[in-house]
Structures are given as structure tokens and as C-alpha cells.
């Protein structure tokens, strides 16, 4: 398996364009999970899916993030419009369970 | 707020000394997961002590928990330069449908 697969590794955009981070659970995993991580605030649960139902999107910071899960192999993470504070590495996480998680490579966003 | 706490926030050892990492938590967990984050790269999943576990093994891991005083710890043996990584505890709830929440991560340098 390949696990977890992220695209794209790396994006630098200009504030207010508009940013999909793509991810590809591993297959059979029934959970999806995106975090983020910045040095100031650490790793943050942004939104999970369950059989690609949302679940909790408590932490999604404000209402220019929103995620999809159109079907079990993917998902993905907008923001619209992005700001300088969203640059950060977002994670994506998958999970049979509600236990171990297995994490992608990350996706490193940096908003100019 | 996170729910997991770690300390110390950096640790800096030679190459065959022990390295213990603590963690300290709020609520009832279901579980207490460790997990490794080697720079640039997504976290990945060491060891999990569920809640009527005390202490539990694997390699040169072992993790100790303490639901009394909501504390565990990881202590890395023999350490080489290969465990320079940060290490980070996340617990899940035993109430409802529960999120896997992380902490803050200690910074482990293991020089040669």
C-alpha cells in the first residue's frame, strides 16, 4: 500500500486565490482526518469523516475553509479566499478505526 | 485547548543514553497513542496503551501510564542519532464519538 498520498507537496499562492489540498486515504480505511500544524499553535484537528460523512468540523477555523469527501479514495481541503495566516502543513490522516493514524506526507502552504 | 501537555519541550542526549518523554492529559481517555514526526514529514505511529494498561513494550520503546495522576510517559533506550524526530502523545476520549487530540510534542536530538 502507499499510503497515504497528498497533492501537492508544496504551494505558494498570493492572498486571496483560492487553494485545494488533495488527499487519498489508504483503502479500507473508513476515517478521514486534516490537520494543520504551525510552530505557534501546534497540530489541529480541522474536520474528520466517517464513511465520508463529516463528522466534527469544530475546528475549521472560519468559513473560507470548507472539505469535501466525495467518495472513499478521496478528499479535499479549500480555502477561498486564502490569507497569509493559513500558510501552514496540512495533514491528512486516515484511519480504520477511531485509533491509529496513519499520516500523509503533508501539503506545506505558503500564502504571499 | 490541547489536551496533551509534554515535557520536556526539548531534550538534547548522546548517541546509548535513555531518553524519557513525559505527557500529561485532562480527561478520561480511552487510549494514549505516541507518535514520531522526523522533520518535514508526517507523523507516524509508535505504540498505543489503552487506559486498563499500566505499561507496555515494543523494541526500544516502552510507554508507561498513570490514569490516576492523567500522566504517561516514553522512554526510548539505547537511543541512536536515527530517533532525533519530535515525539508527540494524543489521547482519545472514552465518552460518545471521540477525536484523537495531540499535544504539544517534545524535541528529541540524539547526537553520535
Known amino acids: 500500500d502507499a499510503g497515504v498520498i497528498q497533492s501537492p507537496r508544496h504551494e505558494v499562492t498570493e492572498m486571496g486565490q483560492e487553494v485545494t489540498l488533495r488527499c487519498k486515504p489508504i483503502s479500507g480505511h473508513d476515517y478521514l482526518f486534516w490537520y494543520r500544524q504551525t510552530m505557534m499553535r501546534g497540530l489541529e484537528l480541522l474536520i474528520y469523516?466517517?464513511?465520508?460523512?463529516?463528522?466534527?468540523d469544530s475546528g475549521m477555523p472560519e468559513d473560507r475553509f470548507s472539505a469535501k469527501m466525495p467518495n472513499a479514495s478521496f478528499s479535499n481541503l479549500k480555502i477561498q479566499p486564502s490569507e497569509p495566516r493559513d500558510s501552514a502543513v496540512y495533514f491528512c490522516a486516515s484511519s480504520p478505526s477511531q485509533e491509529t493514524q496513519y499520516f500523509g506526507p503533508g501539503t506545506r502552504l505558503l500564502v504571499l | 485547548s490541547q489536551q496533551g501537555e509534554e515535557d520536556p519541550q526539548a531534550l538534547s542526549i548522546q548517541e546509548g543514553e535513555n531518553a524519557t518523554m513525559n505527557c500529561s492529559y485532562k480527561t478520561s481517555i480511552n487510549n494514549l497513542q505516541w507518535y514520531r514526526q522526523n522533520s518535514g514529514r508526517g507523523l507516524v505511529h509508535l505504540i498505543l496503551i489503552r487506559s486498563n494498561e499500566r505499561e507496555k513494550h515494543s523494541g526500544r520503546l516502552r510507554v508507561t501510564l498513570d490514569t490516576s495522576k492523567k500522566s504517561s510517559s516514553l522512554l526510548i533506550t539505547a537511543s541512536r542519532a536515527a530517533d532525533t524526530a519530535s515525539y508527540f502523545c494524543?489521547?482519545?476520549?472514552?465518552?460518545?464519538?471521540?477525536?484523537?487530540?495531540f499535544g504539544t510534542g517534545t524535541r528529541l536530538l540524539v547526537s553520535p
Open positions: 494524543a489521547t482519545l476520549g472514552d465518552t460518545g464519538f471521540q477525536k484523537l487530540v
Open positions: 469523516f466517517n464513511n465520508n460523512v463529516p463528522i466534527d
